[in-house]
């Protein structure tokens, strides 16, 4: 897709490997402090807070567990150290791929993380490419006579779409789709009782909040698009495509989209906070197996190597979501370049 | 040709805009009587419970169906938004006082300090803003504070950028060294010419935030991390109705979540009227 904007009909055009690379390089040096500060940053709000490691930990066995016992889990765990020093040791060992302990899941952090991460990207993927395709055809449509009713109905539901929480849509979507016309599962990745996880079951059980998450991204991709095709659709190349006779569906998706389309370019990447914020609703509400679900029963249990985990990953998530829409904003408009 | 569509285009648009910004206008003066003039006028308790009328459907007497101990589902989302609004404004303040000052502070020192501070801004603004008000009431939790700390906590970014860049762009006009060279100290430059000349650009950031920091406190609420239940604020109602919605009754979700979207529609509607006067010459369809 974006080797067809970045040049037409060059078949054999070759990417501009060596600048995405340089910049890729960049931000990645320029990722690393904001990474180590957000880390910092993480345990130093802990360490301000009224929050007990060691009760977290022991949760409520640490109500009648012995003064002396409670004493060796706290050495244990170190949280007697300075920050400066328990940071580090967390950073040296998160190095090496040991993220410490869950005291919720009762399992490694990292185990957590590689089981649950990859249902997340799953939902996360099938999500934007519904808010993609949707938003991208709508927007073109209600470019195209702006005004007119088609443009009216959909700029005022994408209004209210995007005021409307994720959780609400969801919670009415259950009630419609899995009570009222029982076509479709409330919840979780396989119907209860089934251990097996079957390609159909997934598939059926990924329509409701993937539509959810789908259709609460949907309003943004949908106004970008469609202001950027009506702004297209004033200017110099498009009336010259039409004086020059193409037809109506080349001048709107060969010309209009084209330029169009460079503002939501930027956003498919920019957009992964909102995602994750997404994400971490609708997973919850679904019952949906990933890691935004496991970030919200980790704060609910104050379950700290896990929270801190996650956190860090959301963050790097979204640094390479700016950096991969900055490379696709480069790759579709030449004039921008690689230099950010 | 490309005028002539833009004419009429603008009458008809000018005209349902009017529309638009009296009704957000109403909407906005009633949503604020509810909630001032219902509670101390209406005397009724919205935690009576009454196991006899539980779950019953929209009816004339109870307009909105009652929830799962028999509560008037209206007055109790009245009491919802009127917490929620309270919980925005008070965070959305918070949010505008401390996004003006780092702002400003940053554009009237620059240099190191403004580097130092924007790069700051940019590292928080790259956890998700929902993800970091989780992680901050996960630790501080229980209570009202710690929601309300961690809503101004992810708001104050884009306050804070946005008042820099109007401090740096009013600081490279005329009237600002002839200030300076008429011998007005920093600070009096600063309290006379640039604070004031930032404040509705700040304000405007303020009323929009108010909506956004009311579904980040309902998030936070439904997720179990809000605010207590005693306290119940429209994410908390949503939250509650769950169990009920399972069971099929659709009104005890469904009326809260409409108390949110309305008051947000009509603050959004009205805050890009006032957009439209004080940047007349940016009039963005987009009010994102």
Known sequence: MTVGLHKEGTAGHRLPWGPMARMAGRRTLLAAPVLLLVTFGVFAVADASPFDPVKAYTGTAGLTASQESLDQIRANLGVDQPLVTRWWNWLTSALTGDLGDSSVMRQPVADVIAERVGWSALLAAAAFALAILLGTALGVLAARRRGGWLDRVASSAAYTLEAAPAFWLGLLAIWLFALKLGVLPAGGLTDTGSDVVTFDQVATHLVLPAAVLGISQLPWFFLYVRQGVADALDEDPVRGARARGLSEPVVLLGHALRSGMLPMLTLIGSRVPELITGALLVETVFSWPGIAAATVEAATSADFPLLAALTVLATAAVLIGNLLSDLLYGLADPRVGFDG | ?288
């Not at chain 2, 940053?106 to 928080?124: E, N, P, Y």
């Not at chain 2, 009237?175 to 006379?192: H, K, L, P, Q, Y």
């Not at chain 2, 640039?194 to 304000?203: D, F, H, I, K, R």
């Not at chain 2, 980040?216 to 509650?240: I, K, M, R």
């Open chain 2, 1 to 288: 040709m490309a005028d002539r569509t833009w004419t009429s285009h603008g009458r008809t648009r000018r005209s349902t805009r009017t529309v638009r910004v009296s009704a957000s206008a109403l909407i906005v003066a009633a949503v604020v009587l509810a909630v001032l003039i219902v509670p101390p006028i209406v005397q009724l308790d919205e935690q009576a419970v009454d196991l006899s009328q539980k779950l019953l459907p929209p009816s004339w007497e109870h307009p909105f169906g009652t929830d799962d101990v028999g509560r008037d589902l209206l007055l109790r989302c009245v009491y919802g938004l009127r917490i929620s609004l309270l919980v925005g404004v008070v965070a959305a303040l918070v949010a505008t006082v401390v996004g003006t000052l780092v702002g400003a502070a940053a554009a009237a020192f620059g240099g190191w300090t403004d580097r130092i501070v924007m790069r700051l801004v940019d590292t928080f603004a790259s956890v998700p803003h929902l993800l970091l008000g989780i992680f901050i009431v996960a630790m501080f939790r229980p209570g009202v504070w710690p929601v309300v700390a961690s809503v101004a906590l992810t708001h104050w970014l884009s306050t804070a950028r946005i008042v820099r860049s109007e401090v740096l762009s009013l600081r490279s006009r005329p009237f600002i060294d002839a200030a300076i060279s008429g011998g007005s100290s920093r600070w009096r430059v600063t309290a006379r010419h640039l604070l004031p000349g930032v404040l509705p650009q700040a304000g405007l950031a303020a009323v929009l935030m108010v909506p956004h920091a009311m579904w980040h406190e309902s998030a936070l609420s439904f997720l179990g991390l809000g605010l207590p239940s005693h306290q119940a604020s429209l994410g908390n109602l949503v939250q509650t109705a769950r169990s009920s919605l399972l069971a099929g009754d659709w009104w005890p979700t469904l009326f809260p979540g409409l108390f949110l979207i309305i008051p947000t529609l009509a603050i959004a509607g009205l805050a890009g009227a006032w957009r439209e006067r004080i940047n007349p010459r940016r009039r963005s369809e987009l009010m994102l």
